[in-house]
């Protein structure tokens, strides 16, 4: 055994420096003062609690784990994945009915989805909203995320087109918000795939990444989740198909949440889960792939980078297909948190934070001005919308409407 | 992905030589694991510390990355270095061809070459004594010592005294001392400057000195000069504790200037091994995007501190490539026992031939240069090179490629 397997841990604490850039790049420090910052809940606070439990604080919940000290530290050190994995390790609060419900992505859109004009009715109102505002608190100036009545499962299996036609076939991991909430963009997706001459395959019954549950301290949800996943990706791997994506924040989950967090081995089908606009920028460069876009198409788009895209690295493929697309003025909008970071917003307690962390973005998106918003995140997507007024598609729905087919 | 030239390494060397390529026409991309040493700038650069830094760059041994350059032709690479940070909306302060010297948290005097817009440059040692001062810190602040500061201006003949102010900006921040930094104090600063120079105007005497810790001009890089125009005697901005807020601001602004130019930054990526054939570089593979193609590969990934350069017990190594490493032979060689001395080891990195084309098996790789901190020979802390290298050499390789 060498010096440094006696001296290291799992997240790497003791390569910090001290240098204090995670705290400078942190989006909630300067929203909430309760929060310590990342240096100090991270791995100045890990160093303490490794000696003494005593030493968790609870105010390490206000950490939205958006990554970005992890993507500012110069020492590489895994900064979130720290505090996360101390508040699974350490924290004493339970998760409340609230959290379970905001959690719950695909259990609750299973129940709400027959009864969605009825619950949309119902979620819309100001009445509702001021009940759940005291009873639940979850905060009144949100707009709950529309319900679809027909899923995208369901409509994939009726009304897709024959995929069989395709030599090329991959899977498509469509997430709780395609299926549930907006089965449009799962059709856009089929749409460009097919495009481009690759048929599309759903899993074996896929369930909800768990990032909601990961972060409302659901980790044994979390994990069952996440084992469920991992075989069934294992399956389309099996049959030699990748894995695509349209939600960067799944992606991110199930590539490294599973096994950083959840202690949830995904070596066999982490490299083969990707977004669906870098599947589709690779084969554009080789050349395999060819789209035609509409010559008549004009959009002034304003490209908001997710936090968990920022991590990944992988907004420069949504960018460079964008730019693609004749017709197109675009603006990449500088590096900001929405505020969001999924469940966090909902939270009545946290409204105003999350709404003081987006301002940046929100004040710049008024000052470019853009048609409209594109961005790879759902949560994001409600955040901006509400925010600014402004619409939020995902690029894969951008190529689909500028796409000549 | 595929670019013509892909820089590894996002500091000052990186975004250097990126804005010089983009300007070039090339289509580049920096791929950036992490923030860089800007976030410790004290706002001054340095070229060489000595009296004529020119004539002094000639007596360089050959393997300083000054004498690989040539000290003939540094000066067309110093002019340049300032109209490149000009376009890119930087002023920098100081002559080009000349040191001038910069006041240093401790209030001594230290050579300086450039400095940023908020620091101040003095042609001459003189410029600093007998001065009456009013030094001001914001109440809970403890990364900027005044009384250091103090005991170091009377020594050069100045008579100081220290004033807190207390401002209800301020108040929420001190619920959480330990993040009483900087930057989080410079947020505030971005609208609260007005009210310190507000105070500050009841506060002066009959000083003709303010000082200011270097928490202001965060996101609005004209907050510094703003406090000047509103207070009567001239104010000065000194360094304070990591991070840097000018330094924090510079990477943004040069940064942004490179995206504007059409470059692509590839934020906390890392470069993490490389493809080549013979004496050329085919790809390096990243973690985020795996392989990464260009015509040209710079290497541009800092020392120790930024794993440039990685080290154990009984190796000092350049993890990407496996390059050559100026080193001498047996580790009791790499260091001086007195801690204060210069040490050899600061000044192990890669080796290049006159282009900076880097050596591996003692062999140049065609397309594979190497500029900045990585580089071997330099011994920047030991003559005050560290920014001047980094500038000047990637303004160098930039220009052959």
């Known amino acids: 055994m060498t010096l440094q397997e006696y001296t290291s841990s799992a997240h790497n604490f003791e390569e910090c420096m001290k240098c204090t850039v995670c705290t400078a790049y942190c989006p909630v420090v300067p929203a909430n003062p309760k929060y310590p910052g990342p240096k100090q809940a991270g791995p100045d606070g890990e160093r303490l609690r490794l000696k003494d439990p005593f030493f968790f604080e609870e105010t390490l919940k206000y950490c939205l784990n958006c990554k970005r000290c992890e993507v500012a530290c110069p020492s590489g050190v895994k900064v979130a994945d720290i505090i ?13 009915l609230r959290d379970r419900i905001l959690a719950s992505t695909d259990f609750m859109g299973t129940l709400a989805r027959p009864f969605a004009p009825v619950v949309n009715g119902m979620t819309g109102l100001g009445a509702t909203k001021a009940v759940l505002d005291a009873t639940m608190a979850i905060d009144k100036h949100r707009t709950f995320p529309k319900y679809s009545f027909k899923g995208f499962e369901s409509w994939f299996r009726k009304n897709a087109p024959d ?13 709780c918000y395609v299926n549930y909430n907006f089965p449009q963009l799962g059709k856009d997706f089929v749409k460009v795939m097919n495009a481009a001459g690759i048929g599309v395959n759903l899993l074996d019954k896929e369930k909800c990444c768990g990032v909601a549950m990961i972060s409302n301290g659901m980790i044994d949800g979390a994990k069952k989740h996440a084992a469920h996943n991992v075989a069934v990706l294992g399956k389309a791997v099996d049959a030699g198909r990748k894995i695509l994506t349209t939600s960067s924040t799944c992606t991110f989950t199930m590539r490294d949440e599973y096994p950083e967090l959840l202690g949830i081995d995904n070596s066999k089908v982490r490299d083969e889960i990707t977004l669906a606009t870098r599947y589709l920028y690779e084969r554009i460069s080789s050349g395999e792939v060819k789209l035609k876009f509409k010559k008549d198409y004009h959009a002034k788009i304003a490209y908001h980078t997710p936090c968990h895209m920022e991590k990944l690295g992988w907004g420069v493929y949504s960018v460079e297909l964008l730019k693609m697309i004749p017709g197109v003025e675009f603006t990449l909008l500088d590096s900001n948190c929405c505020g969001i970071a999924g469940t966090y917003g909902f939270k009545k307690e946290n409204y105003e934070v999350s709404q003081a962390i987006g301002k940046p973005l929100f004040d710049q998106i008024a000052r470019v001005a853009p048609d409209f918003v594109a961005c790879d995140c759902e949560t994001c997507k409600w955040q901006i919308e509400m925010s600014t007024g402004l619409q939020v598609k995902n690029p894969i729905s951008i190529l689909a409407e500028a796409l000549d087919i | 992905m595929e670019f013509d030239v892909v820089i590894i390494g996002g500091g000052l060397a990186g975004l250097t030589a990126g804005l010089a390529l983009q300007e070039k026409g090339k289509r580049t991309a920096i791929v950036s694991a992490g923030q860089n040493a800007l976030h410790f700038s004290s706002g001054a650069f340095g070229l060489l510390d000595a009296e004529d830094p020119l004539q002094a760059a000639k007596e360089l041994p050959e393997h300083h990355p000054y004498a690989r350059i040539g000290a003939e032709n540094l000066p067309k690479y110093t002019e340049a270095a300032k109209a490149l940070f000009g376009k890119a909306g930087i002023a920098l302060n100081g002559e080009p061809l000349k040191n001038g010297w910069r006041l240093t948290p401790q209030g001594g005097l230290k050579r300086a070459w450039m400095t940023l817009p908020e620091v101040d440059i003095f042609p001459d ?19 900027f010592n005044t009384s250091f500061l103090a005991l170091g201006l009377e020594k050069q003949g100045c008579s100081c005294r220290i004033e807190t102010l207390r401002l209800p900006e301020m108040e929420r921040l001190r619920e959480n001392p330990s993040e009483m930094r900087s930057v989080n104090i410079a947020r505030v600063m971005d609208s609260a400057w007005i009210k310190v120079a507000a105070e500050i105007k009841t506060l002066v005497k009959d000083e003709d000195w303010i000082i200011l810790p270097l928490v202001f001009g965060l996101k609005d890089a004209t907050v510094p000069d703003r406090i000047r125009e509103a207070v009567p005697a001239k104010v000065l901005f000194v360094g304070t504790m990591p991070p840097s807020v000018p330094g924090m601001r510079t990477q943004m602004q040069l940064k942004k200037a490179y995206e504007a130019l059409g470059g692509t930054f590839l934020m906390g990526d890392e470069a993490i091994s490389a493809k080549t054939e013979g004496s050329r570089v085919l790809s390096v593979s990243t973690r985020n995007l795996g392989e990464v193609k260009a015509a040209e590969f710079v290497l541009a990934t800092g020392s120790y501190f930024s794993k440039g350069i990685a080290s154990d017990m009984n190796h000092v190594f350049e993890p990407i490539f496996g390059a050559d490493v100026l080193l001498d032979e047996g580790r009791s060689a ?14 192990y990195g890669v080796a290049t031939d006159g282009q900076f084309r880097v050596l591996k098996d003692q062999a140049p790789m065609d397309n594979l240069h190497a500029i900045g901190s990585v580089l071997g020979g330099a011994r920047s802390l030991e003559l005050g090179c560290g920014a001047g290298v980094a500038i000047l050499t990637a303004l160098s390789v930039a220009e052959t490629i």
């Open chain 1, 84 to 96: 996360q994995a101390a508040r699974i390790r350490y924290s004493k609060s339970k998760p409340k």
């Open chain 1, 163 to 175: 995929q069989t036609r395709f030599p090329e076939q991959v899977s498509y991991f469509h997430g």
């Open chain 2, 125 to 143: 040692k003189e410029a600093i004594k007998g001065h009456k001062v009013l030094i001001v810190n914001l109440l809970g602040y403890l990364d």
């Open chain 2, 334 to 347: 790499w260091y001086d026992p007195d801690f204060f001395s210069p040490q050899a080891f600061l000044s």
